[in-house]
């Protein structure tokens, strides 16, 4: 950068110390300046070239860079809706986290409990790692909520691969299954009764089809966290409830089935 200055001041000094009105042909001097100087005109393709690789390095670097970036998704204190990269959509429940590398965004990582439409692609799996468990998917509508002490995957439509961290034996869930994997377990154990009220947190919405009274009351206690407890547990409830008031729900069930439900804050 120096030695370029000090040939613009020199061609600058020339014309102005010989520079007559007139007189001077102020290209042509610079023209006979350069060449005593020695100083040669470069090809413009070399500049093109130098360009060139400078470009690909750039390039080089900020794709290396994509595997260390990380685009992390959360939600706070309401339900939280994403679009991905690859069209899949997802939902965070509450404080739940997702994050993923933009150059592979079907790899992702989570924590809380997240519900999943993944867009079909039978070239690309999706992989949903978690603190203790692994799923894959080619494209379906699931669920995966995890807590300190196991994970948890529904599946409303399709069907996933559910299996312990760094384990390849793991279960097949189709629609309507759930399976727990406790924490240290090697594989995860599928749910005699799936709740149906799985995805209630994101549809607001509950749905009893000949349920057993202890099995509504478990749904209920889950999404209000409170603890609810009834008697008589020979009864059963067929009903779709809004989740609005705990109290009205309650009492439409205490009316409709003539028991008591005694409700207390969840330990």
């Known amino acids: 950068m ?145 807590s300190s002490s196991f994970s948890k995957v529904y599946v409303s439509q399709g069907r996933v691969l559910f299996a312990a961290l760094n384990r390849e034996d793991g279960v097949i869930l189709t629609k309507g299954m759930s399976a727990t994997l406790k924490k240290e377990s090697a594989k995860p154990i599928i749910d005699n009764r799936p709740s149906q009220n799985s995805l209630a947190w994101m549809s607001h919405k509950f749905h009893f089809d000949n349920t057993p009274l202890p099995s509504v009351l478990k749904d209920l206690s889950a999404y209000y966290q409170v603890s609810l407890s009834c008697k008589e547990t020979g009864k059963y409830l067929s009903a779709d409830l809004q989740a609005d008031s705990l109290d009205d729900i309650i009492a439409l069930i205490e009316q409709t089935l003539n028991v008591n439900i005694e409700k207390q804050p969840s330990r």
């Open 2 to 146: 120096k030695e370029v200055k000090e040939i613009n001041h020199k061609n600058l000094g020339f014309v102005l110390h010989y520079y007559k009105h007139g007189a001077l042909d102020t290209k042509r001097a610079i023209s006979q300046f350069k060449a005593k100087a020695g100083i040669r005109k470069r090809p413009i393709w070399k500049y093109v070239g130098i360009a060139a690789c400078f470009l690909l390095v750039i390039n080089g670097l900020l794709l290396g860079k994509q595997w260390l970036f990380t685009t992390q998704l959360t939600a706070f204190d309401k339900p939280k809706s994403y679009l991905l990269q690859d069209g899949s959509r997802i939902v965070l429940s509450p404080h739940s986290t997702l994050s993923y590398r933009p150059i592979n965004p079907r790899n992702v990582k989570m924590s809380g409990k997240v519900y999943f439409e993944v867009k079909h692609n039978p070239e690309k799996p999706f992989d949903i790692e978690g603190e203790m468990s692994h799923v894959m998917v080619l494209g379906t509508k699931f669920q995966v909520a995890e």
